[in-house]
């Protein structure tokens, strides 16, 4: 959990930053291309599972 909320942390303080400086942020600025990064993920999660490589 600790490495969930830093990972939050360290992405929450890097939009700020980008965002004081003017810059394009470096995400998908929509909440649509976020679930695609988690559709991605879950993907991956589920045939790691799928297959037994744990």
């Known amino acids: ?3 969930i909320v830093l990972a939050f942390i ?3 303080l ?3 930053v980008f965002s004081l400086a ?3 942020i470096p995400a998908p600025p929509t909440l649509a291309g ?3 990064i988690v559709g991605i993920f879950a993907g991956y999660l589920l045939v790691k599972y799928l297959t037994g490589r744990h």
Request: charged share 20%.
């Open 14 to 16: 890097t939009g700020v």
């Open 22 to 24: 003017r810059l394009p």
């Open 34 to 36: 976020i679930m695609g």
């Open 10 to 12: 360290t992405g929450f």
């Open 1 to 3: 959990m600790r490495e």
